[in-house]
């Protein structure tokens, strides 16, 4: 394929050969679909991140301070899995792409499902059984 | 449109972080500046991407913006491990 300038948007750059490594490049279309799932991910580990600073400013009258913590402390480990996990998927899927693989499977995608439904859970639990 | 979210999200968490300076202080302030920077990167980076995008689709060929990528990922971590820091040992001023 046509090797263009950096200038035009297409064709690699150091960095790019670096990071992607050999194959052939995919429809471009497919490659800015990639990047559109990375920044869903990345606004999901933010309101991640946003959750767990509400829950420890916020809540100071529903929860005692430790349970607050470790419920802030929850969502702010999950949004840092997310949030780092999404840029190795970013990367193993514009690599399967290139090299014409199947699809890695997404690993974060039960990451977040379970996170989110043990601290959905808890919440939930502490809630009920606090008394009134 | 998809980087334009991401803009209006890092915004919004930039004013929630702004929250907890009540509580901990000028260190969450570290917290709303990397928010802030990283969204305004994006900002004034926006033109040079949709032209990228228009150029790679037109010559059917278009380089993957690694370090764009990289960057908005290693914000949203580093803004994680200085919650997670903020929470565990910067003290609640009363």
């Excluded at chain 2, 990528?69 to 001023?93: K, N, Q």
């Amino acid at each position: 394929m046509e090797n263009f300038s950096a200038r035009s948007g297409g064709g690699r750059t150091g960095l790019s050969d670096r990071v992607l490594g050999g194959g052939t490049e995919p429809d471009p279309r497919f490659t800015l679909a990639n990047e559109r799932t990375f920044l869903a991910w990345i606004r999901t580990s933010l309101a991640l991140l946003a959750g767990g600073v509400a829950v420890e400013a916020f809540m100071a009258d529903l929860f005692g301070p430790e349970m607050r913590k470790t419920v802030a402390l929850l969502l702010l480990v999950l949004a840092l899995l997310i949030g780092g996990g999404s840029f190795f998927r970013w990367l193993n899927v514009e690599r399967s792409m290139r090299r014409k693989d199947p699809l890695p499977l997404p690993w974060i995608a039960p990451v977040l499902a379970i996170g989110g439904g043990l601290v959905a859970a808890i919440m939930a639990i502490f809630v009920l059984v606090r008394p009134s | 449109m998809a980087w334009g979210r991401t803009t209006l999200s890092l915004t919004v968490a930039a004013a929630i972080f702004l929250r907890w300076m009540p509580h901990h202080g000028w260190f969450s302030a570290t917290l709303v500046a990397t928010s802030a920077v990283t969204a305004l990167a994006i900002n004034l980076t926006r033109k040079r991407r949709f032209h990228r995008a228009i150029t790679g689709i037109k010559h059917e060929a278009i380089r993957p913006d690694v370090a764009s990528i990289a960057y908005v990922a290693a914000s949203v971590v580093v803004l994680a491990c200085l919650g997670i820091f903020t929470v565990l040992l910067i003290p609640v001023e009363q």
